[in-house]
């Protein structure tokens, strides 16, 4: 199996290293920008597109800044090649005709939201079939500047907004789980703000409110919250499940119904499997480029 990469960073590497536990004889490429760009143990590095051609490639990972998504994905489409694509999709609402090119050519795509593999997800997806729900809690805040050991955080794409930084799309994968578990909401509102002591351009707090039949979900979202907390609470008629990301538990009425001991770092695995198997038969649903588009609307829409 032959794999490009377009965007090594810190994010390529656990898609690298899911490839590689799942099929260990891969030949993993990597699309630089430079020739004095470093080289990767294992990584072969080419430095034009002529070589898409000429290798064979059986899918293209693109994991470059969000804000050279749009460019990179209209560069490809003329190759036909399947496409695994790093959240979130793009930056902005501009892409329409390149999601109807996308689906008229049939290129498979997949956006990788490798929540909608963590264990204690499914289990709550499964749960809450048929009950009749009140109210849904998601919670998700974390340190930015413990993200990137090493790195000056203010000088990443996540603090930038101008490179498609900002909790309300960097942290995505919560109004992704939520559009999943939930569908589409009836009204979206929404606030964005860059207040905290971090001192950044982009969005540090993101609320939104989403509004359907008979409930409502309440997203907060932030970069600034040094003890770190991801949660999904739904609030029943009967009783309360907590779902716990960060420990991959579930509680009903406070006592646990649910735990794995898989971590989130694991979710990359299953989720490139489920990939690969998808490309292999040829058939990808789950979170196309389309679908991941309807998420980014809910994301960054006027209200």
């Not at 190759?79 to 109807?100: H, V």
């Amino acid at each position: 199996m032959k794999v490009l990469i377009i965007g090594l960073g810190s994010i390529a590497q656990k898609h690298i290293q899911a490839i590689k536990s799942i099929r260990p004889d891969s030949d993993i490429y990597a699309l630089r920008s430079s020739v004095n760009a470093g080289v990767i143990a294992d990584v072969t590095n080419i430095y034009t597109t002529d070589e898409l051609t000429n290798k064979n490639f059986d899918f293209i990972i693109i994991s470059n800044p969000t804000a050279l998504h749009y460019q990179t994905i209209t560069g490809l489409l003329e190759y036909n090649i399947p496409l695994f694509i790093e959240k979130p999709l793009f930056d902005n609402l501009m892409a329409d005709e390149l999601i109807e090119g996308i689906k008229q050519k049939g290129i498979l795509t997949y956006v990788a939201c490798n929540l909608r593999f963590l264990e204690c997800l499914l289990f709550a997806k499964r749960f809450l079939e048929g009950k009749r729900i009140n109210e849904v809690n998601i919670y998700c805040g974390s340190y930015l500047p413990n993200w990137r050991p090493g790195v000056n955080f203010r000088e990443s794409y996540s603090a930038n907004k101008d490179l498609g930084g900002g909790a309300h799309i960097d942290l995505i994968h919560e109004i992704d789980y939520a559009y999943w578990l939930f569908g589409h909401p009836d009204q979206v509102k929404k606030t964005f703000r860059s207040v905290s002591s971090l001192a950044i351009n982009a969005t540090d707090y993101a609320n939104y409110l989403l509004a359907y039949d008979q409930f409502s979900v309440n997203i907060v979202l932030n970069y600034y919250r040094k003890d770190s907390k991801r949660e999904l609470e739904i609030v029943f008629e009967d009783g309360t499940c907590l779902v716990n990301l960060l420990n991959n538990t579930v509680t009903w009425n406070e006592e646990i119904v649910f735990e794995s001991a898989q971590k989130i770092i694991n979710t990359y695995t299953s989720q490139m499997k489920y990939f690969i198997d998808g490309i292999a038969n040829k058939n990808l649903s789950l979170n196309t480029a389309a679908e991941a588009y309807q998420v980014l609307k809910i994301c960054l829409q006027e209200e």
